[in-house]
């Protein structure tokens, strides 16, 4: 990302005038070691979001009190956010995150996409439809049932259970041999 593209995400995220939590990695505006936010950004949510960098994100997605996760549309996020029943504002950067995006927006009917300009007016408009609007109730519920097909597959005799106890024992006979 840009120094632009990080003030916009934190304009936006700032004028929802919600609570949150960002995870930012300190190199995650390209070419710079540390990724600074402006102060008056942090003076203006001070008291309402708390910025780290790092975290254990299948635990914080696991958390009841969280509404939305932004994300970049990684494989791992994608799985994490499914299987905790979060919905996600979506954006893609490269390889698999395009199609995963894809998959969690028109699909799975559990993402919303940012536009790969990103604009703070935007951001706002999408975290509080997230949070707060009719759509992003609708996409919170299919959230709550892909989440719920997600422990199904992976419960004792769920098909992602029975597959993979399939290739374990494939692979075992072949080895016998």
Known sequence: MTNH?????????????????????????????TSNLPQE????????????SWCSQDQVLAHPSIGVFLTHCGWNST????????PTICWPFFAEQQTNCRYLC???EMGMEINHDVKREEITKLVMEMMEGKKGKEMKQKSLEWKKKAKNATDLKGSSYN????????VLHRNAI
């Open 106 to 108: 028109n699909n799975w």
């Open 163 to 170: 597959n993979f106890h399939k290739l374990i024992t494939e």
């Open 79 to 86: 799985t994490e956010a499914i299987s905790s029943g979060v």
């Open 5 to 33: 593209h990080l003030n916009e995400f934190a304009w936006g995220i700032a004028n929802s005038k919600l609570p949150f939590l960002w995870i930012m990695r300190p190199d995650a505006v390209m070419g710079e070691e």
């Open 41 to 52: 950004f942090l003076d203006e949510v001070k008291d309402r979001g708390y910025i780290t």
